[in-house]
C-alpha cells in the first residue's frame, strides 16, 4: 500500500522577471515502511520536491495524497498538524532552534506533536534518542555550541522522536564522516523497520543506498524512469 | 512562555537594547509632558488650586476679566442664588522693594474665602517663587498707584497667574489702588446658571480668557501629541522589526509545527515583559527627577497621565507585535526560512 502518492507534482519559481520551472510534473509514490533514496544532480530539484512534499511550501500544481488525504488541499492549520503528527523532517541545514538547547529542541517537537506522555517517559524517549545519536552527552548545549555534524545527529533525533510516520531526510549524512553515516542510516533503518516508518530520503553518498530499498533518479525537474 | 524567556535569556543584548529604546522613548515622553504640564500650571495655579466651579463676569466685557466690573443688583443676584459666592479681582502689576528694583507680580483680592489666604490692610502675601528676588518676610514693597507701602506678611505655594507671582492684598488697597468699588468676577462651586448680562465660564473656560494660557496649551498639547505619536510609532515599529528579524527562527518553528498562537503568544510575552519593565524605569525615574529639577523649572506629571500614557504604550506594543505575527503566520515555512537565513 502506498502512504504518499504524487502526481504530476509541478513548481515554478519568479527568478527575476521570469518563471522558472523547478519541478516539470513529478511522479512518485512511497510505499509504506520502504526507505525510498532520491539521487540527482545538484539543483535538479531534490530539496524543492522534499520540502513540497512535506508541506512546507505551496507545490504550483499537481496532488499529494498522505494516506487518502489530499495535502494540496489542506487549510495551513490542517497542514500544520499532519506536520507535527505524522511528518519528520530533516533538512539539508539542521535548521535547529538557534535558543532551545538540545534537550529542548526534542521537549519542543515531544509538544509540538502533541504527545501526552508523561515526563518520566518523556525524559527517558529523549534519553534513548540522544543516546543512539550519540548526543546525550551535549543534551544541555546550544546549537550555536555544536559542530555542523552534531547539530545534523539532534536534527535527525528531533525528526524522529515523536515517531513520524513519514520521515524526509535531506542529505542526512552530508555533515558526518563515514562512520557516522553508517551509524546514522543504520538509525533510520532500523527504525525504519521497528516502527514502520516510511523514509523519502535524498543523497549524494553512493554508499548509503545500501540501506534503501528502492532509488530514484531526478533528472531536471523530473523523475527518470 | 517558558520559550518566550529562554529566547530573551539568549539573546540578552538584543533584548537589552530593545528595553533601553523602548524606556528612553517612553522616559522622553514622560519628561516632555511632566514639564508641559509643569509649565501650564505654573501659568495659572492660582486658577488650577481653586475647586470645579462657576467664575461669572459681565458680558460687556467680553470674556476680558479686566473690563468686568459686577454691579451691586448683579451681586445681590448671584448672591441670592449661591450663598457661597466670592468675589474677587486680578489685576497685573508691580512692586518696588527698597533697593528700587520692580517685581511683576498679580495683585489678587477677594471677598472672604477659604481658597485664598487673608490678608489685612496694608500687608501682602505673595507667592513663596518671589522669594529667589531675595524678598523676605517683613519687606517694605511699594507701589506707584498708593502712597503707603505693603508689608510682605507670609509666602503662599503655587498661586500664579499669567506666570508671575500672586499677590494677595486686602479689597480695600484694592479698591484704593484701582479707584473702583466693583470686583470683576464671582466664583462659585455651583453649576453654571444663567445671569442676566453675565457670561458663566467653568474652570478650563475660565482658564482660556487668561491672555497667552490658550496659545501656550495648544502649543504644548501639540508637543504632546506629536511626541506621542511618533514615540508609538517608534514602538510599534521596534517591536514589527524585531519579529521580522527572527523570520527564520520562525520559519523552523513553523516547519516543526508549532501553532500560530502559539508563535503569537511568543511575542506578545516578550512585547510585555519589555514594555513593562522599561515603562516602570521610566515612570519611577520621570516621577523621581522632580528630586534633581531645580526649583524653578515647573514639572508636574501626575501618576494618572503617566498611567494612560503606558496604557497607550501597550496596545501600539501589542499592535506592532501582532502585526508582525500575522505577517508571519502567513509566510510558509520554507520561505521564512530562506528569507530568514536562519
Ligand atoms: N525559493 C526559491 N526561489 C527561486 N529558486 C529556487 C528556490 N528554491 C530553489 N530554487 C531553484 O530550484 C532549483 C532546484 O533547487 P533544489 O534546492 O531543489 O535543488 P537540489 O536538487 O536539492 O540541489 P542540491 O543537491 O544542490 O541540494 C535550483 O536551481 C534553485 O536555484
Ligand atoms: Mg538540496
Same mark, same amino acid.
Given at each position: 500500500m502506498s502512504l504518499l502518492q504524487i502526481e504530476e507534482l509541478e513548481k515554478s519559481f519568479k527568478i527575476g522577471r521570469n518563471e522558472e520551472k523547478i519541478l516539470k510534473s513529478v511522479d512518485l509514490e512511497l510505499e509504506e515502511g520502504r526507505i525510498t533514496a532520491l539521487v540527482g544532480t545538484s539543483g535538479s530539484?531534490?530539496?524543492?520536491?522534499?520540502? &513540497?512534499?512535506?508541506?512546507?511550501?505551496?507545490? #504550483?500544481?499537481?496532488? &499529494?495524497?498522505?494516506?487518502?488525504?489530499?495535502?494540496?488541499?489542506?487549510?495551513?492549520? @490542517?497542514?500544520?498538524?499532519?506536520? *507535527?503528527? %505524522?511528518?519528520?523532517?530533516?533538512? @539539508? !541545514? *539542521? !535548521?535547529?532552534?538557534?535558543?532551545? #538547547?538540545?534537550?529542548?529542541?526534542?521537549?519542543?517537537?515531544?509538544?509540538?506533536?502533541?504527545?501526552k506522555w508523561s515526563k518520566k517517559e518523556k525524559q527517558q524517549r529523549i534519553q534513548d534518542i540522544l543516546e543512539t545519536v550519540d548526543m546525550w552527552k551535549h543534551r544541555d548545549s546550544d546549537p550555536d555550541q555544536l559542530s555542523g555534524g552534531e547539530k545534523q545527529r539532534v536534527a535527525i533525533a528531533r525528526a524522529i522522536i515523536h515517531e513520524p510516520k513519514l520521515l524526509f531526510a535531506d542529505e542526512p549524512t552530508a555533515s558526518l564522516d563515514s562512520k557516522r553515516s553508517v551509524e546514522v542510516m543504520e538509525l533510520i533503518r532500523s527504525l525504519s523497520i521497528e516502527r514502520n516508518i516510511t523514509v523519502l530520503m535524498v543523497t549524494h553518498d553512493e554508499d548509503m543506498l545500501v540501506y534503501a530499498d528502492r532509488t530514484v533518479e531526478m533528472k531536471d525537474g523530473k523523475i527518470e524512469k | 512562555m517558558k520559550m518566550a524567556w529562554k529566547e530573551m535569556m539568549k539573546y540578552k543584548t538584543r533584548y537589552l537594547i530593545l528595553g533601553s529604546i523602548i524606556f528612553l522613548i517612553s522616559f522622553l515622553t514622560l519628561i516632555i509632558s511632566g514639564l508641559a504640564n509643569g509649565l501650564s500650571f505654573d501659568n495659572?495655579?492660582?486658577?488650577?488650586?481653586?475647586? +470645579?466651579?462657576?467664575?461669572?463676569?459681565?458680558?460687556? =466685557?467680553?470674556?476680558?476679566?479686566?473690563?468686568?466690573?459686577?454691579?451691586? #443688583?448683579?451681586?445681590?443676584t448671584i448672591e441670592n442664588s449661591h450663598g457661597d459666592a466670592v468675589f474677587m479681582s486680578i489685576q497685573m502689576g508691580e512692586l518696588e522693594d527698597e533697593d528700587g528694583q520692580? !517685581?511683576? /507680580?498679580?495683585?489678587?483680592? =477677594?471677598?472672604?474665602?477659604?481658597?485664598?489666604?487673608?490678608?489685612?490692610?496694608? %500687608?501682602?502675601i505673595l507667592d513663596e517663587s518671589i522669594q529667589e528676588d531675595g524678598i523676605e518676610a517683613g519687606d517694605e514693597l511699594s507701589t506707584n498707584l498708593m502712597d503707603d507701602s505693603f508689608t510682605v506678611r507670609d509666602f503662599a505655594k503655587q498661586e500664579k497667574f499669567s506666570h508671575s507671582a500672586v499677590a494677595f492684598i486686602h479689597p480695600d488697597d484694592f479698591m484704593n489702588m484701582y479707584q473702583s468699588e466693583?470686583?470683576?468676577?464671582?466664583?462659585?462651586?455651583? +453649576? %453654571? +446658571?444663567? /445671569?442676566?448680562?453675565?457670561? =458663566?465660564?467653568?474652570?478650563? @473656560?475660565?482658564?482660556?480668557? &487668561?491672555?497667552?494660557? #490658550? =496659545? +501656550?496649551?495648544?502649543?504644548?498639547?501639540? &508637543?504632546?501629541?506629536?511626541?506621542?505619536? /511618533?514615540s508609538g510609532m517608534l514602538f510599534a515599529i521596534f517591536f514589527y522589526m524585531i519579529n521580522v528579524q527572527k523570520l527564520g527562527t520562525y520559519g523552523i518553528l513553523k516547519a516543526v509545527g508549532v501553532k500560530t498562537i502559539t508563535l503569537l503568544r511568543l511575542m506578545w510575552v516578550q512585547m510585555i515583559l519589555i514594555t513593562l519593565i522599561s515603562l516602570v524605569i521610566a515612570i519611577s525615574l520621570s516621577q523621581l527627577i522632580t528630586l534633581v529639577l531645580p526649583e524653578e523649572m515647573p514639572y508636574q506629571l501626575a501618576l494618572e497621565t503617566s498611567a494612560i500614557m503606558a496604557a497607550g504604550f501597550f496596545i501600539i506594543g501589542f499592535i506592532g507585535a501582532t502585526l508582525s505575527g500575522v505577517q508571519i503566520s502567513k509566510v510558509e515555512p520554507m520561505e521564512a526560512i530562506n528569507q530568514g537565513g536562519a
Open positions: 530539484g531534490k530539496s524543492t520536491l522534499l520540502t &513540497i512534499a512535506a508541506g512546507l511550501q505551496q507545490s #504550483s500544481g499537481g496532488i &499529494i495524497k498522505f494516506s487518502d488525504k489530499d495535502l494540496t488541499n489542506m487549510s495551513s492549520s @490542517q497542514m500544520r498538524d499532519v506536520r *507535527a503528527k %505524522e511528518f519528520g523532517f530533516v533538512f @539539508q !541545514h *539542521a !535548521h535547529l532552534v538557534p535558543f532551545l #538547547s538540545v534537550k529542548d529542541q526534542l521537549n519542543l517537537m515531544i509538544d509540538t506533536a502533541e504527545l | 495659572a495655579s492660582l486658577v488650577k488650586n481653586m475647586p +470645579e466651579g462657576t467664575y461669572y463676569m459681565e458680558s460687556k =466685557a467680553e470674556e476680558q476679566y479686566n473690563f468686568s466690573e459686577i454691579s451691586d #443688583s448683579q451681586r445681590e520692580k !517685581h511683576g /507680580i498679580t495683585y489678587v483680592t =477677594a471677598t472672604d474665602n477659604e481658597f485664598f489666604p487673608d490678608v489685612e490692610k496694608g %500687608e501682602l466693583k470686583y470683576q468676577l464671582a466664583f462659585t462651586e455651583d +453649576e %453654571e +446658571e444663567d /445671569i442676566d448680562e453675565m457670561s =458663566a465660564f467653568n474652570q478650563n @473656560q475660565f482658564l482660556n480668557t &487668561i491672555p497667552s494660557y #490658550s =496659545a +501656550e496649551m495648544l502649543s504644548l498639547n501639540m &508637543i504632546i501629541a506629536f511626541l506621542f505619536v /511618533i
